[in-house]
């Protein structure tokens, strides 16, 4: 009988015996197991961190496709129309998880003219960074052969309200080639910092339309104020 092989989990660190395969770029995003791409990004993780994120990748997905136009891309349309009905279909907290907050919003052009009413929902930002944390996570080791190192954070932007800043643009500018996996279902920039290899601005994109700006860097700690007496 062979030993299991002890390895290291790419997002925690720990040191396990069984490790599993993950797949850093929720395969549901295609549609389930039939449709993941030939080339998927994969590390070894230690069965929490994979039972962890999993919890997250059905909501992360359902949201994602939720807030594209319909017919507006071809894949995100096959997993609205089977994965994303099919779950909601068989579970009434997969329909109050995505519909939280759900209300009609008004559409209006750039001269404020309102054009139509569309319906809305409130998106829980915290359970979206999480995946987006555990993508940087994933790709951060599949690079480097390690994980983050434990003084360094993840913090994760949604793509509002910024893009169009000049720092940004410059950053964007100088970041690595687009990398694809699965056509542009999901795609990857990233960029260095010359003086810490390991602060790293990302770009992450999601059915070429959603996308998600991130950093690693080093975490503050706040020293305690010291008792005046």
């Known amino acids: 009988m062979v030993a299991p092989r002890s390895i290291y989990c790419a997002y925690c660190g720990e040191l396990t015996e069984r490790p599993t395969r993950d797949h850093v770029v929720p395969s549901t995003l295609w549609g389930g197991r039939g449709f993941r791409p030939q080339h998927s990004v994969i590390v070894p993780a230690c069965e929490r961190c994979q039972q962890d994120y999993d919890c997250e990748a059905e909501y992360f997905r359902n949201c994602i496709v939720a807030m594209i136009d319909r017919n507006s891309h071809p894949v995100s349309e096959r997993v609205l129309t089977n994965s994303v009905i099919r779950s909601l279909e068989r579970s009434s907290r997969a329909v109050a998880e995505l519909f939280r907050g759900y209300r009609l919003l008004p559409r209006t ?92 601005a990302w770009l992450l994109s999601f059915y070429g339309r959603i996308g998600f700006f991130a950093l690693t860097e080093r975490i503050v700690v706040q020293e305690p104020e010291g008792i005046v007496q």
């Not at 555990?134 to 949604?158: F, N």
């Open 109 to 200: 052009t750039p001269s404020g003219i309102v054009t139509e009413v569309s319906p809305g929902f409130q998106i829980h930002l915290g359970r979206i960074n999480r995946v987006i944390e555990k993508i940087v996570r994933g790709i951060y080791y599949y690079k480097s052969g390690s994980k983050l190192p434990a003084e360094y954070g993840v913090g994760v932007y949604e793509g509002n309200g910024f893009w169009e800043d000049e720092q940004t643009q410059a950053l964007i500018t100088a970041m690595s080639p687009i990398e694809h996996q699965g056509d542009d279902v999901f795609t990857c920039r990233y960029v260095r910092d010359n003086a810490d290899p390991n602060r790293i």
